[in-house]
């Protein structure tokens, strides 16, 4: 851990509150032992014997173990401790095969999922730093379905040669499955990769500092945060609460996903460089909204952005990527970035347009946008005809956004880019089908007003969110929003847009 000692203290303490809250609901012997929800419970400890009995007074010492034994509704306790692994649980069948460190393809069901949770208020850390396996590695498989991870610890996978692209912290391929409470970091590639499966939720999870550094595209160049690079039929994955920070490549990357996906919540900043440094790595974006190699494609789908921060970072803050079609990017806050938000998207002809369904967006300092003509985009900060000033926020600092969680596991209560009492930012927003307070959505991630009765949930504006048809240059007025805008020509590529592509670490 990079932490301080101080925070790393705050962060037990939050991940045992949280942790102690939940246990008494599914606390063995109480009762949900009445509930078909109830299974069995094991335990796993560092210093446990698979020979053992998988209870808490015998514990086993493998998660694999485990796995090999659980049935759906059971639950797996690992106990706090470090568990290092040396070699993956098969041979490389060549330098560039791939392999597993751990291999969960044991499913739950609907209702009954298999649990590996941390015990309460301990941390099982997996370190696969030590592995020298001769191929791609995972560091966790996850193959199953209706399984849940919660307050694991996942670091240090490696690339043992320059012939890959990367390896993988958390490698994900089965459907319905939970991440939550997950720091995973330090990895030679992403730490949390949907290859494939929907209804996956990644909560409350942190990835950072991952640095493939030994990748055959080029040092830096695969190492994201998050990333969902799914086929289509695979709706449902969303990210919600997550934090990605130092990662080499981009924070979050939804390059060649062909299932629509959810980003909200989630915090950007400081990708795209040699992880705790200013040396530039990968692309660098904090939000990385599609794309499917720079090409236009018919099978692009619409993702969501929302309520969600990135700054420092590198490249954008909020990037589309040459995606085809406008996703949803709605009150997001972006600062520092170049640019903060880059909707450089693709027309059916291949060539360079706006893409991007914008309201209630929040860019100061650094670029504040590139590539908006062509977008649907209205009631954003950019919009209003006011120079932004410090004084509009609590706090700018772009330091502690990696304090520790809320006991729920919620990401901790910053006064930092959230808007002052007296912002003029306050309800210049539109609905967007998301809750607000006072009269109307404010622009950003932090919804500020108080005071005033929450409204309820009010039709969508009059304007369509999504913009029916292809939006082009010539049309983007069309799609209509209250301020007028003039149809221009789509502004010409600059040389660094086309470094941005990012088409490998989706294989
Ligand atoms: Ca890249
Ligand atoms: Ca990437
Ligand atoms: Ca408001």
């Known amino acids: 851990m990079h932490l301080p000692p101080r925070w790393r203290a705050l962060r037990l303490i939050a991940a045992a509150s949280a942790a102690l809250g939940l246990s008494a609901a599914i606390a063995p012997g109480t009762a949900a032992a009445s509930s078909a929800a109830a299974g069995n419970t094991y ?24 796995q090999a034994v659980v049935t759906a509704g059971d639950t797996v306790y690992l106990r706090g401790g470090t568990y290092a692994y040396t070699r993956a649980n098969s041979a490389c069948a060549s330098q560039t095969a791939r392999v597993d460190a751990i291999t969960l393809n044991r499913s739950g069901a609907p209702g009954n999922p298999i649990r590996y949770w941390a015990y309460p208020g301990e941390k099982p850390v997996f370190d696969f730093s030590r592995m020298r396996d001769d191929c791609r590695i995972k560091g966790f498989d996850v193959t199953g379905n209706w399984i849940h991870l919660k307050g694991l610890e996942v670091t240090g996978v490696p690339q043992n040669n320059n012939l890959n692209h990367e390896s993988w912290g958390i490698w994900i391929s089965g459907s319905n499955n939970t991440f939550e409470l997950i720091d995973t970091h330090h990895h030679m590639g992403p730490g949390l990769f949907i ?30 945060g998050f990333g969902a690079h799914i086929p289509a039929g695979n709706a449902g994955n969303v990210f919600r609460g997550c934090r990605a920070w130092w990662n080499a490549d981009d924070g979050f990357d939804l390059i060649s996903a062909y299932s629509s996906v959810i980003i909200e919540n989630s915090w950007a900043w400081r990708n795209g460089y040699v ?3 200013t040396t530039g790595a990968g692309n660098g974006n904090g939000f990385k909204a599609g794309g499917y190699g720079g090409d236009y494609d018919p099978g692009a789908v619409k993702h969501t952005v929302r309520t969600s921060v990135a700054f420092l970072n590198k490249a954008a803050g909020f990037y589309a ?5 406008a996703n949803d990017y709605f009150n997001n806050t972006s600062y520092g970035n170049h640019p903060d938000f880059n909707m450089l998207g693709v027309d059916s002809g291949g060539a360079a347009v706006g893409r991007g369904n914008l309201r209630n967006n929040l860019a100061y300092t650094g670029t504040l946008t590139s590539n908006m003509n062509g977008t649907n985009a209205a009631y954003n900060s950019w919009h ?4 932004l000033t410090d004084s509009q926020f609590q706090s700018v600092s772009t330091s502690g956004w990696d304090a520790p969680r809320q006991a729920d596991g919620s990401l901790p209560a910053l006064p930092h880019l959230r808007l002052a009492a007296n912002s003029t930012l306050i309800d210049k927003g539109t609905s967007v089908g998301l809750p607000y307070k006072g009269s109307a959505p404010d622009l950003g991630a932090f919804e500020q007003s108080a005071g005033t009765p929450p409204a309820v949930r009010h039709e969508a504006e009059s304007a369509p969110a999504v913009c029916p048809g292809t ?25 660094g847009h086309r470094s941005l592509l990012d088409t490998r670490e989706a294989s």
């Open 43 to 66: 335990y796993v400890a560092p210093n446990g014997n698979d020979n053992a009995a998988g209870t808490q007074a015998a514990p086993w010492a493998s998660i694999a173990h485990a």
């Open 195 to 224: 290859q494939n499966g929907g209804g996956n939720l990644v909560l409350n999870t942190d990835s950072h500092d991952n640095y493939d550094l030994r990748s055959s595209n080029g040092a830096g160049e695969s190492a994201d």
């Open 275 to 277: 992880p705790g440094t």
């Open 321 to 325: 990527n040459h995606h085809p079609i």
């Open 384 to 387: 209003l005809g006011v120079t």
């Open 471 to 495: 939006i082009d240059a010539d049309h983007g007025s069309r799609c209509g929003h209250p301020i007028g805008r003039t149809a221009r020509p789509a502004p010409a590529l600059s040389p």
